[in-house]
């Protein structure tokens, strides 16, 4: 099966321009988590969609970041306007859902987008 | 909050030598615990996880781990590395059991360097 796919693989824009990063789950796969890595530091947890509904968005940053899953396939993660600190490797990752046992829950990550904001 | 460490951030071995990653948790109920490796140009791809059972735990490229309770550690070891395994190792845990499936926390990350 295809892996975890995301788009664009590298994005630099300058500060204050809008940037939309793409992730296409696994097919089947209901979960789907962002996460970023922001240089030197850990990769932190962002927000989690089942299917198309936000089941915990704590992570996310501030209210220049929107996500989105419409039809609860691909998502999209908006940032506008960008900030020089919103630089890093921005991570999906999808999982399966429903009766199956938790050994067999793990994440897929996707490669990673790398957003430079200048 | 649940949190992750890795007391190491690089780390320098020989080919052929072994290797052992440290990483220690802050968890309040039973952990799941994941170690997972990124190579250059690639995305994080599981080494091996722990739910339950067997405290020592295998996984793929001949890596494996032991989960100490008593010393919030889950330590990953290979015996002999090889170059290929030059990489970042993240070890992480999953904060949520049961029927449901939580958000990963990570630890900052090893980066591994292999001498010929």
């Known amino acids: 099966e295809a892996g975890v796919t995301q788009f664009p693989s590298h994005s630099v824009i300058e500060k204050g321009q809008t940037v939309t990063l793409r992730c296409d789950p696994i097919?089947?796969?209901?979960?789907l988590y962002w996460y970023r890595r922001v240089m030197g530091k850990e990769i932190k947890f962002l927000l989690h969609f089942v299917k198309e509904s936000k089941q915990d968005e704590s992570g996310m940053p501030n209210n220049r970041f929107l996500a989105e899953r419409t039809g609860g396939t691909y998502s999209t993660l908006k940032v506008q306007p960008a900030e020089l600190e919103d630089s890093g490797v921005y991570f999906c990752?999808?999982?399966?859902?429903?009766?199956?046992?938790?050994?067999?829950?793990?994440?897929?990550f996707g490669p990673g987008t790398r957003l430079t904001v200048t | 909050a649940q949190s992750v460490t890795q007391p190491d951030i690089h780390i320098t071995v020989s080919e052929g030598a072994s290797l052992e990653l440290r990483c220690n948790y802050s968890y309040g109920a039973t952990p799941y615990l994941f170690w997972y490796v990124q190579s250059p140009g690639q995305g994080l791809q599981l080494l091996l996880k722990y739910f339950s059972g067997d405290t020592l735990v295998q996984g793929i490229k001949g890596f494996e781990a032991e989960f100490k309770r008593s010393q919030s550690s889950f330590n990953l070891r290979k015996p002999s590395v090889h170059w290929s395994d030059a990489a970042e190792y993240f070890c992480?845990?999953?904060?949520?059991?049961?029927?449901?499936?939580?958000?990963?926390?990570f630890g900052q990350g090893t980066i591994l360097t292999v001498h010929p």
């Open positions: 097919s089947g796969h209901d979960n």
């Open positions: 990752a999808s999982s399966r859902q429903g009766r199956v046992p938790p050994r067999l829950r793990e994440q897929y």
């Open positions: 992480a845990v999953n904060d949520a059991g049961g029927t449901s499936y939580g958000k990963l926390t």
